[in-house]
């Protein structure tokens, strides 16, 4: 995500080549015995997930693992327009229906990602009018929340619609050739298909105590503002929490709550829904890096896991094996990024400790709530 197109594929079939990192000893129990995220999460009817993809499943203690954390999935690539619809006469859902038979075969959930994106597009689309723009974005949105109507957690319906420098609505083809009135239409045409399914507005940068996060939170409140003034369908805000980690200045989200909390009033769920951490900054050493990187999720988590609205949680990937990071944001001296909870052997790391620790410690917390969907 944020602005890469994820042609990740080939790139998935690769080993990051990581060799395991010595824990504390409850940490390298056998998968079979390890303490389940998705377990300790659902106490505080907390869903936890994770992003997936269709080569995952061919390696067997990999969708163990995922079967084992995860009570919720969100296929990484599969769900992408150019994947969905090649050709304007062609929809192809087979790869995202291996995830959601996937899913269902251990009564996990699966997310809906994404539907409006201003990447991975097909190519066929960029030769249409304006008209022929908002009839295609119709019947695609009509087509694809109807296959999958009854069977889905939850639809990210708009990726990533704020301007990076957080002035103003993202310049994508929508805006372009609709206007922004193409944010309440396609969420009106969602719903008018799956009356039920929570409809979401997912976006990132939003997270850091900054001033371009600052100006993104202003923007993103007064879209929610204009989209409640007209009553249009939105149940829930996603933030991808692509965090970076930074032993210099710590980061800290004292903003991001007070802003969550603001956001309340529009009686609004918050979704976690990309959740990682960029090591670049962080020495080679790897216990110092994963030291750090679990502080970073620990300062992150801490400032949210309490909130009453916040529904689920969802990381980038499980293992570092597979992470999206080592393609697009590798580092300046060739190693692996280490930023999930288990490494590239499928060990749990330090921040999987950590997670636990949180998850138990807040399981019996305000958070009380019935889970969305």
Known sequence: MIGHTLRR?????GLCGASAVLLAQQVQA????LRS???LAQQRSLLWGSAITTDMLAIPDLAALYRQQT???VPEWEMKWEVLQPSPDRFDFSRSDRLLAFAQSYQAQLRGHTLLWHQQLPQWLASLTAAETATALQRYITTVVGHYRGHLQSWDVINEPIAENGQGLRPNLWLRQLGPSYLEKSLRWARAVDPTVPLVIND???EPDSPLATRKRLQLLRLVQELRDRDTPLQAIGFQAHLVANPQAPPSFTGFAEFLADLSRFDLDFYITELDVNDQALPANNAERDREVAQTYQRFLSAVLPLPRLKLVTTWGLSDRFTWLNQFAPRADG????PLPFDSVFQPTETYGNLITLLQS????PNSSTSTQ
């Open 9 to 13: 594929r080939q790139f998935l079939q």
């Open 30 to 33: 056998a998968p079979a015995r």
């Open 37 to 39: 995220l998705a377990e």
């Open 71 to 73: 009570s919720l999935l």
């Open 204 to 206: 990132f940068g939003l």
């Open 335 to 338: 190693l692996p990024q280490r």
């Open 362 to 365: 807040v399981s019996n917390g």
